[in-house]
């Protein structure tokens, strides 16, 4: 059985679809790296996202190596011999299921050095997700080869292609008020990341993973059926799959956006001042240590200042909107392309800008004050911070109150400085406290 396994995987299109899989997932992956080298279920998710176009590859692929023999014109020799079909599809399922499978795996391997001195965090669940998109793609490769044995037209590859990637933009909106249903039915839906500490849950991975086993044995039984008899029991699979993956897959609002709260556990540094991240970015900590204890240097010289950096793990899930502390500034981590802090400048005037800017549900600050006031702490002029809603005349502003500063006496600068402080903390107006109002 090997040796028949070895020949149909060098006279099948098995290898080169792996080829074409495996070049197209790693250059996807590979476009956006930014959006996945924070941590390995990042990564995990993306990939799985980016079966939106891989699993109707394998489809189409599979019904293109369906045709080989009718390509060939043995089809009616090979149908008279006295071996059964099914044992005579066993390596060809095999050699697909392995490739594409395989590539898929592989895709994933070729992503690791990217990140590997910066993710230290590995739980359990990116490797069901992986492993489950590996699953996915050999449903998508036995699938296409029963279509296309049973439609053994030139054009059945391409359309089985366009069809997949339509069935995979349909089912999510089709199924939009249960969305549990459509984490079942697309591999890719739900798995597009709104933070680094979102995952997959234990249920959605076991739901789909056994409607896509069922899925597969049901084109296994389709690719060796013999009548319509078969062909018609070959939906037995996938009608009771879809039924116990359906039972399994949790429901609920946030079914398909669960948080890891291990995630978002607060690591912190040894020393002094406390400086702290969310373990899925551990490895960014001693990046992240020296400019955050320069800000909270440059605070010091307040009153009352903040003594401690923690990052800010906030997302909509509830529960997780930390208290606010006076005491402790937060900050949201930035994961550069190549799993790094990237550019540090940010830190400290995104810390100093923290600390004017009060508790979160306070809207009495000024975005202008509190540029200008951290800007004469660090001693250099305000500029813009690009930001989605920054307004031009902002950092304008900004310029002005800090070049007020800058014509005043140290001391004299530094209490109006401390005045907008106070102000931040006790969440009260800040406007005209730099200008001496």
Not at 93 to 104: D, Q, S
Not at 130 to 158: D, K, N, Y
Not at 321 to 344: C, E, M, N, Y
């Amino acid at each position: 059985m090997t040796r028949v396994l070895g020949i149909e995987l060098r006279r099948s299109a098995a290898i080169s679809t792996a080829i074409i899989l495996l070049l197209a997932g790693a250059g996807l992956l590979y476009s956006l790296p930014d959006r996945w080298a924070a941590g390995w279920m990042p990564l995990a998710m993306m990939q799985r996202e980016y079966l939106m176009l891989l699993w109707p590859v394998a489809l189409a692929a599979g019904a293109w190596q369906a045709r080989r023999e009718h390509r060939s014109h043995v089809a009616e020799l090979f149908a008279s011999t006295a071996r059964p079909r099914a044992q005579r599809m066993l390596p060809t399922l095999g050699a697909m299921g392995i490739m594409v499978a395989g590539a898929y795996l592989l895709a994933a391997a070729v992503a690791v050095p990217w990140m590997f001195d910066t993710v230290r965090y590995l739980p359990a669940a990116p490797f069901a997700v992986i492993a489950v998109g590996a699953l996915a793609m050999v449903a998508a490769a036995w699938l296409g080869l029963a279509v296309g044995r049973l439609l053994p037209s030139p054009l059945t590859a391409p359309a089985l292609a366009i069809a997949g990637i339509g069935v995979l933009q349909v089912v999510p909106v089709a199924l939009v008020r249960r969305e549990w249903l459509a984490l079942v039915f697309s591999p890719s839906h739900g798995m597009g990341q709104y933070t680094d500490y979102q995952t997959v849950s234990g249920r959605v991975s076991a739901a789909q993973a056994v409607w896509l086993v069922a899925l597969a044995v049901a084109a296994a039984v389709l690719l060796a059926s013999g009548g319509w008899r078969t062909r018609v029991a070959a939906l037995l699979p996938a009608v009771l799959g879809a039924g116990v993956a359906a039972m399994i897959v949790p429901r609920g609002e946030f079914a398909a956006h669960p948080i890891d709260r291990v995630a978002q556990e607060q690591v912190c540094d040894a020393g002094s001042p406390r400086v702290c991240v969310s373990r899925i970015h551990a490895g960014l900590l001693p990046e992240m240590v020296p400019p955050a204890r320069q800000a909270l240097a440059l605070l010091a010289k307040l009153p009352d200042a903040p003594t401690t950096v923690e990052e800010d793990t906030y997302t909509f899930h509830p529960d997780t909107f930390p208290a606010w502390r006076a005491d402790t500034l937060r900050i949201s981590v930035r994961v550069d392309k190549s799993g790094h802090l990237g550019d540090q400048d940010w830190v400290v005037p995104e810390l100093l800008g923290r600390a004017f800017r009060g508790p979160y549900d306070c809207d009495n600050g000024s975005e202008t004050v509190s540029r200008a006031a951290a800007a004469w702490l660090m001693g250099r002029e305000p500029r813009p911070d690009h930001g989605i809603t920054e307004e031009p005349q902002v950092n304008a502003e900004a310029v002005t109150l800090w070049q007020g500063l800058r014509r005043l006496p140290e001391p004299q600068a530094l209490a109006r400085v401390a005045a907008v402080h106070r102000a931040a903390v006790a969440c009260e107006k800040q406007d005209g406290l730099l200008a001496g109002k």
